[in-house]
């Protein structure tokens, strides 16, 4: 089983922004994407953002464009979540997401990726 393992979540005002942060062992080079999906109380699990393993592309949620940046960086096996200007709506659990189908394609459905973080609390207060 693949680690994948996200941090950085917590409390926020609404306006103000967080970073995620997600690790995991596999090699870039072996990974079609990473991506983002958050879960709300009582929701279905929804896409956020998805990146390539190389960085040259990138896929937001309509809800997010603008205010949201994934990025990665290879030399630490880490795929980051930026969070600026924050929104009640964006209250949920943030799971990091492995899609080691072949690529490059930027999926959004999650049962297109392999491996799962336990996903990290953010709450943004109104």
């Known amino acids: 089983q693949v680690q994948v393992v996200e941090s950085g979540g917590g409390l926020v005002q609404a306006g103000g922004s967080l970073r995620l942060s997600c690790v995991t062992p596999?090699?870039?080079?072996?990974?079609?994407?990473m991506g983002w999906f958050r879960q709300a109380p009582g929701r279905e699990r929804e896409f956020v953002a998805a990146i390539t393993w190389n960085g040259d592309q990138a896929k937001y949620a309509d809800s997010v464009k603008g205010r949201f940046t994934i990025s990665r960086d290879n030399a630490k096996n880490t795929v980051y979540l930026q969070m600026k200007n924050l929104k009640s709506e964006d209250t949920a659990i943030y799971y990091c997401?492995?899609?080691?189908?072949?690529?490059?394609?930027?999926?959004?459905?999650?049962?297109?990726?392999?491996?799962w973080g336990q996903g990290t609390q953010v709450t943004v207060s109104s």
């Open positions: 997401a492995v899609d080691m189908l072949p690529g490059p394609v930027l999926r959004s459905d999650s049962y297109e990726y392999e491996y």
């Open positions: 596999v090699r870039p080079w072996y990974v079609n994407a």
